[in-house]
């Protein structure tokens, strides 16, 4: 399992929660569904960029980037 945290800048704000908030319906959806797939371990659809960090993007009407960090805890 992975756990998924959206940033919050310094001022306070959370760009994704805006971003999220002002799409469609339909289009949140597949968001969400991205987002939940990802939380589940699902990383299939991440492509590396550098400097530790991966671009989730999804194939359909909408396309969508995520951008994924993944920090090792101690086991």
Same mark, same amino acid.
């Given at each position: ?5 959206? /940033? ?7 760009? /994704?929660?805006? *971003? ?7 289009? #949140?959806? %597949?968001? #969400? ?13 991440? %492509? ?7 671009? *989730? %993007? ?9 951008? /994924? ?7």
């Amino acid at each position: 399992m992975v756990t998924i945290q959206e /940033y919050v800048a310094d001022d306070g704000r959370n760009y /994704y929660r805006e *971003w999220f908030n002002s799409l469609t319906a339909p289009a #949140a959806a %597949k968001a #969400a569904t991205a987002v939940a797939r990802m939380a589940a371990g699902n990383t299939s659809n991440l %492509k590396g960029i550098g400097n530790a960090l991966a671009e *989730w %993007k999804t194939i359909g009407v909408l396309e969508f980037a995520f951008m /994924y960090t993944r920090t090792v805890t101690g086991s």
